[in-house]
C-alpha cells in the first residue's frame, strides 16, 4: 500500500482513503466533499486527525495512512498503515460497547468513555497494512 499524495480521495469501492504519515510538515486540506459531507484532514509524520462537518472522526499518533475506511450505524473498518505502532482513537456512540477485531483476529470488546472516544494502539510495521473491524454489540 502506500500514503494518500493527494490527502483525501474516495476509491473505486466508494471507500475513503487518507492520510500520509511521510510529510515532515503538518499538511491540511479542508473542504473535501463525500456522501454529502464535508472532510477535513491534518496529517503528518506526529498525527493524522480526520473531522466530518467539523466532528472529530479519527486520529492516530504517530500519523498513519487510512485506506478504504467504512462507517455506518454497526460498524467501522478500515486498513491502517505506519511506520511504527500507533494509537489510534475513533468516536462512536457514548458509553456503549464494541467488539474489535485486528487482521481478523477477535481482541476483544471495549467501551467507549462519556464522550465517544475509543482508543486502541495498533502495531504497525513499513510496508504493511492492518486491517481494523470496530463492531457495535
Known sequence: MAVIEELIREEETGALSFGNYELAAKT?????KY???IYKI???KEITKLEKNGMFV???VPGTTVHEYRATDKEVVLSVEGTTDSQVTLEFEAEKEYKIHIDNVYVGKMKTNLG???NL???LEAGKAV????EKI
Do not use: H, P, Q
Open 58 to 60: 479519527y486520529e492516530s
Open 35 to 37: 456522501n454529502g459531507d
Open 121 to 123: 494502539s495498533v502495531e
Open 131 to 134: 486491517e481494523v473491524r470496530i
Open 28 to 32: 491540511k486540506k479542508d473542504g473535501f
Open 116 to 118: 465517544g472516544k475509543l
Open 42 to 44: 491534518k496529517t503528518f
